[in-house]
């Protein structure tokens, strides 16, 4: 099991850490993201801040949150272009003239009160250079191709790219899907997950379905 209370969760044979690579919610302290445990990112150029790398219009204070399940895993380029990014839209023109005068900021962002959250379910891989748009929410073991543009709904299990990214194919059946959200591995405790790893790291293909169904009402409470 990875140490979700190391910056740094890999470690090389050598005793040293793997620097580019960072436990989300011990690098990140913004109020408006949700991050689940051992989710992580990845980047060739480590950043000081991540939460501005990762989601550079998401101001601290914004009217809409971002969240990233437990367990996600995000490449180098991934960029989440939450709500607060907008532009007016509804007059002449876009240019966001208040941004410049301070005494008509205040009133300006409340205009844009009750914008979309952004959600990421559990165990999903945000590949490299993917690019997920405003109020995206992507189920559970989600799989996000490079360079994909996402958008909207994203079903469990799926794998999706292209721009606009579209769903290339499910993992599993939906037999197999409803069983594994049943399960919610990544809802267990980290002794119970620690014991269930060699199971759950086999591919669901190839696990009868009545041991799913074993493990799954092992689940604690």
Known sequence: MPDAAARHPLVFPDGTAHRQMVNLAVAIDHPNWRIGRNAYANDFE?????????????????????TIGPFCQIAH??????ASANHPMDGISTYPFPVFDP????????GFAGLPDTVIGPDCWIGHGALILPGARLGAGVIVGAG????????????????PARVI????????????????????????LAAAIPHLAAAIPHLAARDIAALAREKPA
């Open 46 to 66: 480590p950043p000081g801040d991540w939460a501005a790398r990762l989601a550079p219009y998401l101001y601290p204070g914004a009217p809409e949150t971002l």
């Open 169 to 192: 194919r499910r993992r599993f059946t939906e037999a197999e899907i409803e069983m594994l959200l049943a399960l919610a591995w990544w809802d267990w405790p980290d002794d119970r």
């Open 77 to 82: 380029g991934a960029r989440f272009i939450t």
């Open 148 to 163: 994909a543009v996402v958008s909207g709904e994203v079903p469990p299990c799926a794998i999706v790219a292209g721009n």
């Open 103 to 110: 005494e008509a900021l205040a009133s300006y962002r409340d």
